[in-house]
């Protein structure tokens, strides 16, 4: 028995760490238990970098390392995948490159019944726009960590409404620095503290038990 997936990703062991995930799938361990491990991993990661024995560049290397072991479970999660709920596009909005809360969202929304349409990062405006034209989703999820990107939330959910989008559309919104005025001001739907609690969130939304 290897060393727990969380020790692993807090010591960036990508290799192992990227075996043990597969071992622990191969062994039916449930991809909620395994994920769960990861995130917890990322925490001591947190408090590695809060105690500045990480710095900046191991925090992006264990965002980019906690990202392909995350893969690893969403194919998972499509293959075992049943009839969708609802569907939903996603991304980070136009200004802003995070994408950890993004990728956890659009893998906890997918492992719940969702199809999840993740645009990426840095999103223009007219990319949701088309998008929502395209795929006709039930929900949407702007993601943002910066307080710069605001705006270009509150003009992706104009830009839906002006498109005649949002009758029927729910927008919901993320992220460190986002509150119920934040959430107020972008005119959105609801405010998601953290991915489970936004799963909930949808399915009362969509009227699903």
Known sequence: MGAPLSELMRDLVEDELFEG?????ND??????IFA????????VGDKF???EYYLSELIMAADVFKNAASLLQE????????KIATMVLGTVAGDIH???KNIVSLIFSSNGF???DLGVDVPVQRFVDAVKEHKPQLVGL??????????????????????????LKVLVGGGPLDETTRQYVKADVLCKDAPGGVEIAKKLLGVN
């Open 21 to 25: 995930v597969k071992q622990q799938l």
């Open 28 to 33: 039916g361990v449930p991809p909620e238990k």
């Open 37 to 44: 491990e990861l995130q917890k991993g990322m925490e001591f």
């Open 50 to 52: 809060q105690a500045q």
């Open 76 to 83: 998972k999660f499509q293959s075992d995948e049943k009839d």
């Open 99 to 101: 994408d950890i809360g």
């Open 115 to 117: 199809q999840v349409i």
């Open 143 to 168: 993601s943002c960590l910066l307080t710069t990107s605001f705006d270009s939330m509150k003009e992706t959910v104009t830009a839906l409404e002006e498109a005649g989008l949002r009758n029927g």
